[in-house]
DNA sequence: AGACCAACCTGCTGGC
DNA sequence: TGCCAGCAGGTTGGTC
């Protein structure tokens, strides 16, 4: 499941439902799902059984899961994932019969509940990396191969006039400048499409025409509909976005233009438009969000 | 360096 | 009914 108020649904879940328990066993059924884990499923396995979770993190639309040390000790490893366009982790009871899309099932020392990673269009993906090491420490105990993800809104160390800075030294559209997950991490399709509504800005704005008040105006938007979404759940158009129990979230009822094309804008009644973008769609109020007479994209 | 695209997958929907 | 094109919330690696 994709932009982060999905993924913060499912790190709560994974904080609630599996950090403490010590894994038991680990099997692969599709190699693709850790192609990533150069080492091999045999070596996948083996760096994570008999480990505990120790905790649920994530930056943006990534999870990871440090995990303790056999003998005790400070997380030298880490269970890293990302949802790709349709994973789920998922906490089910052992028994339960084999989702059709099942790709690696953890259990666990007490029996409990297992964790599964299914995903339909495998472009998810879990490795374990190592956290941190005394040649390449790894800054706020973040997995260095994902470093070149930049920090995301909802982070206490998001720098709002860094990104500004950044923005402007761009030469391409406020979207994809979004999407961009070096410059702002979390945001999709979806979310970037919300917030350029709510913030009054077309998708195609030049980025080095941009205020500092546009920009000011554009992260808050940002920080309110993931807000609300991270509320209500996340949100779900269909089975496939769900947290880790396998439930659905509502916040598809609240959004304003994506997916609503000649609907009526909630603001001003006119038809919400749908163009074509980046081999996707961007949503647009063509009164609230007009285009730039020199647009980018 | 930075901008942009194709590629990686499966499944569903709508048009013919 | 069948088939095919188009579409889906993501990231990467490659080119320019």
Known sequence: MPELPEVEVVRR????????????????????AIRQHVAGVEDFAGLLVGRRVEAARRRGKYLWLPL???????????????????????????????????RVRFTFADDGLELRFVDQRTFGRLAVEPLDSAAAPAP?????????????????????EEFYAAVRRRRTGIKRALLDQSLISGVGNIYADEALWRAGLHYARPTETLTRTEVTRLLAAVRAVMGEAL????????????????????????????????EPCARCGTPIRRDPFMNRSSYTCPRCQPRPRRARW
């Not at 879940?13 to 693709?32: D, K, M, N, Q």
């Not at 400070?74 to 989702?99: I, N, R």
């Not at 993800?149 to 998001?158: M, N, S, V, Y």
């Open 231 to 262: 509320a209500a759940g996340g949100t779900s158009f269909d089975s496939l976005y769900v947290n880790v129990n396998g439930e659905s979230g509502y916040f598809d009822r609240s959004l304003n233009v994506y997916g609503r094309e000649n």
């Open 68 to 102: 303790g040390p056999c003998d005790g000790g400070a997380p030298e490893y880490a269970l890293l994932a990302h949802l790709g366009m349709s994973g789920q982790l998922l906490v089910q009871p052992p028994g339960t019969p084999d989702e059709k899309h099942l």
């Open 140 to 160: 706020d105990g973040v997995p260095k191969v994902i470093a070149h993800i930049a920090r995301d809104p909802l982070e206490a160390g998001f720098d709002d």
């Open 13 to 32: 879940g994974l904080e609630r439902w599996v950090v403490g328990r010590t894994i038991a066993s680990v099997s692969v059924a599709h190699p693709r």
